[in-house]
T-cell receptor, first 112, second 110 residues
Framework: DAMVIQNPRYQVTQFGKPVTLSCSQTLNHNVMYWYQQKSSQAPKLLFHYYDKDFNNEADTPDNFQSRRPNTSFCFLDIRSPGLGDAAMYLC???????????FGSGTRLTVV | KQEVTQIPAALSVPEGENLVLNCSFTDSAIYNLQWFRQDPGKGLTSLLL?????REQTSGRLNASLDKSSGRSTLYIAASQPGDSATYLC?????????FGAGTRLTVKP
């Protein structure tokens, strides 16, 4: 089945230690998104790629970076995780404007 | 900037009841509206997608309506079941991003 896969499902990292979350898709969608969701809150868009074009939200901290080496993969890098970065990180894909989104199962990040 | 609001924040109903979840948004220039289901600690599962030119979509016991001019959508769940217990999120799409409401946490009691 075509899908969006996030690895790992659960990630524990130390305060200040760089961590990378992974997302892959078999849908061949043009657009890939990263959302942060804290407990009982709405998912918050961090950034998205339209093909190779990177679009950062104005309020996304510099601590968060992303890479998209090819159509299928997109990575979220957190350079120096703080306790406030503990959250569920959701990856989504879309074929483009006006078309629905498909989400992965998420990665729950714990910072110790 | 698009703001999405969902009311109520939480809802508890007995099994078998029909119910309505509400979603409102501030910018009516949307491409589409999508309803998602989220189980605790899990990702988002798409339930229904309504394009801006459509008024409603149906899937099984679920019916979603869209009134773009008033900035409102409703999700109707018929004959609710305990397995429907989850958080339901509404999201609207403008350009290349999607903005979410905070969700309605639904509990269906046996």
């Amino acid at each position: 089945d075509a899908m969006v896969i996030q690895n790992p499902r659960y990630q524990v990292t130390q305060f200040g230690k760089p961590v990378t979350l992974s997302c892959s898709q078999t849908l061949n969608h043009n657009v890939m998104y990263w959302y942060q969701q804290k407990s009982s809150q709405a998912p918050k868009l961090l950034f998205h790629y339209y093909d190779k074009d990177f679009n950062n939200e104005a309020d996304t901290p510099d601590n968060f970076q992303s890479r998209r080496p090819n159509t299928s993969f997109c990575f979220l890098d957190i350079r120096s995780p703080g306790l406030g970065d503990a959250a569920m990180y959701l990856c989504a894909t879309s074929r483009g404007q006006g078309l629905g989104y498909t989400f992965g199962s998420g990665t729950r990040l714990t910072v110790v | 900037k698009q703001e999405v609001t969902q009311i109520p924040a939480a809802l508890s109903v007995p099994e078998g009841e029909n119910l309505v979840l509400n979603c409102s948004f501030t910018d009516s220039a949307i491409y589409n509206l999508q309803w998602f289901r989220q189980d605790p600690g899990k990702g988002l599962t798409s339930l229904l997608l309504i394009q801006s030119s459509q008024r409603e979509q149906t899937s099984g016991r679920l019916n979603a309506s869209l009134d773009k001019s008033s900035g409102r959508s409703t999700l109707y769940i018929a004959a609710s079941q305990p397995g429907d217990s989850a958080t339901y999120l509404c999201a609207v799409s403008n350009n290349n991003d999607m903005r979410f409401g905070a969700g309605t946490r639904l509990t269906v009691k046996p």
